[in-house]
């Protein structure tokens, strides 16, 4: 559906999916954001105007859809960045080995089929010691919610370009390799909670 993924969904997605509670989480952690930063999906725009430009030296925007480029070349002016777009799906990321001291995703995970070789391709980029900024949709620790997210995750994926409600992100990174510094799980926004169970933190590899 090119129309719909390239048109259509871009601007659901921006209409969607920045509520108040999103934007308070944004506003807390893209500021750790320094040196060379990679930023996997980054759909919109929405983090551009949370990062320091004072400390970040360039971004790397990885968005394959053609749709959320243009939005989110419209949301770069308005800032301060010194940004580059990269067109490749997070799961191949076009950066050689240690070169970024940086990488952001948010609510990325949660929606790229090949999630363990995206978190495998963000630790090959990170530098020694560089840090990895997360914030996505998780899997639930209440039964009676995680029985509404698999309800829901069929809808989900073809309404949001392969969205899952029911990946287990922390333990995802944990499995590929990262040790999680900070964690936080909060049902975020007013949509019913298996459409709202957040994760977010920063881990390194």
């Known amino acids: 559906m090119p129309f719909y993924t390239d048109h259509v ?4 997605v921006s209409w969607l999916g920045d509520p108040k509670p999103i934007r308070a989480v944004r506003r807390r952690i893209m500021p750790m954001a320094e040196g060379m930063v990679l930023e996997i999906g980054a759909g919109s725009g929405a983090n551009f105007a949370y990062y ?5 030296s360039k971004l790397y925007a990885l968005e394959p859809n053609p749709g959320m480029v243009q939005l989110a070349e419209r949301t770069l002016r308005q800032t301060d960045l010194r940004a580059e777009f990269l067109g490749l799906p ?5 950066l050689t080995d240690g070169t970024v001291d940086t990488v952001v995703s ?16 963000i630790r090959r ?11 996505e949709l998780t899997r639930s620790t209440d039964p009676a919610v995680r029985h509404w997210q698999h309800r829901w995750e069929s809808l989900a994926q073809r309404l949001f370009a ?17 040790e999680i510094e900070q ?6 926004t007013s949509f019913p909670k298996a459409w ?3 994760c977010w933190g920063t881990a390194i590899a």
Request: aromatic share 12%; charged share 20%; with cysteine.
């Open 196 to 198: 709202a169970c957040s």
């Open 106 to 121: 948010t609510f990325t995970l949660c929606t790229i089929a090949g999630v363990e070789a995206a978190i495998q391709g």
């Open 183 to 188: 964690l936080d799980v909060a049902y975020l």
């Open 90 to 94: 997070g799961e191949r990321i076009p």
């Open 162 to 178: 392969g969205l899952s409600l029911t990946r287990d992100i922390p333990r995802l990174l944990t499995d590929c390799g990262f």
């Open 52 to 56: 320091d430009p004072a400390r970040v």
């Open 125 to 135: 980029v990170l530098r020694p010691g560089g840090r990895f900024i997360f914030f």
């Open 9 to 12: 969904y871009p601007y659901l």
